[in-house]
């Protein structure tokens, strides 16, 4: 059975700190994040070509596929905009990498929504009389 310690950067910090690292030597974990942002791209395409939001579940089939799509239509791939934007080179496609941080992911509008999730409110509808 494999063990596992998980830690916050902080804390994995301290517990170098005790085996033996110099405090002169700052933590640099960059090539570490550089990995964590090629995973996240990674997961983030492959959620979208099989179908599911990030934590499993399916995307909801389209209300209005293509006459011609001979089923071929999938969700979120309507110009593929999207699913360019989300790796180095891609157009939308944004990421910051330092020796302790690692964010990355796309600047897309609409993207957050996507993985997110958003409920928009309408105004009540009234008849007039």
Not at 78 to 101: C, H, K, N, V, Y
Request: proline share 9%.
């Amino acid at each position: 059975m494999a063990a596992t310690l998980n830690l916050t950067l902080d804390q994995l910090t301290r517990r170098l700190d005790q085996t033996g690292r110099e405090a002169s030597q700052p933590l640099d974990l960059t090539p570490a994040m550089k990995t964590c942002a090629m995973l996240v791209s990674a997961d983030a395409k492959m959620n979208i070509a099989e179908g599911h939001s990030p934590d499993g579940v399916p995307y909801p089939p389209l209300k209005h596929p293509r006459a011609n799509s001979k089923g071929g239509d999938k969700p979120l791939r309507d110009r593929g905009f999207l699913l360019g934007s989300l790796g180095p080179g891609g157009a939308g496609w944004e990421s910051q990498i330092g020796p302790t941080l690692m964010m990355a992911g796309s600047n897309l509008v609409y993207a957050g929504v996507h993985n997110l999730g958003h409920r928009f409110s309408r105004p009540e509808r009234t008849r007039s009389k």
